[in-house]
């Protein structure tokens, strides 16, 4: 069962930057990517960022240009770097893990593995 370990997220003006990490617990076959997905108030949880196994890298157009997906792989994390956060990016983050097919189209995997969420909150 593989579990992942989210850390980061936290408050900060519009504006601002935050990032996120997510550490999973034993290493991924070659078919799995690694995703942030987010729930905002009121609403559906929504695809934020994907990357696969080849670090190709696919974002929501909402966060396209603010947002970058990476990974520390001698860490084995994967982090989100968000800038120029807006209010509307207030939610709660979770790390994601799962099959490649699905999570590129910032889908998510039925299946897949999900962290506890870390909340970001982007104030006025």
């Known amino acids: 069962l593989v579990q992942l370990a989210e850390s980061g997220g936290g408050s900060v003006q519009s504006g601002g930057s935050l990032s996120v990490s997510c550490t999973p617990s034993?290493?991924?076959?070659?078919?799995?990517?690694i995703g942030w997905f987010r729930q905002v108030a009121d609403k559906e949880r929504e695809g934020v960022a994907v990357?696969?196994?080849?670090?190709?890298?696919f974002y929501a157009a909402s966060v396209k240009g603010r947002f970058t997906i990476s990974r520390d792989s001698a860490k084995n994390t994967f982090s989100l770097q968000m800038n120029s956060l807006k209010p509307e990016d207030t939610g709660m983050y979770y790390c994601t893990a799962g099959i490649c097919r699905l999570l590129r189209r910032l889908t998510e995997d039925p299946v897949g593995y999900w962290g506890p969420g870390t909340q970001v909150t982007v104030s006025t």
């Open positions: 990357i696969d196994t080849d670090d190709d890298a």
């Open positions: 034993e290493l991924f076959s070659s078919d799995m990517c």
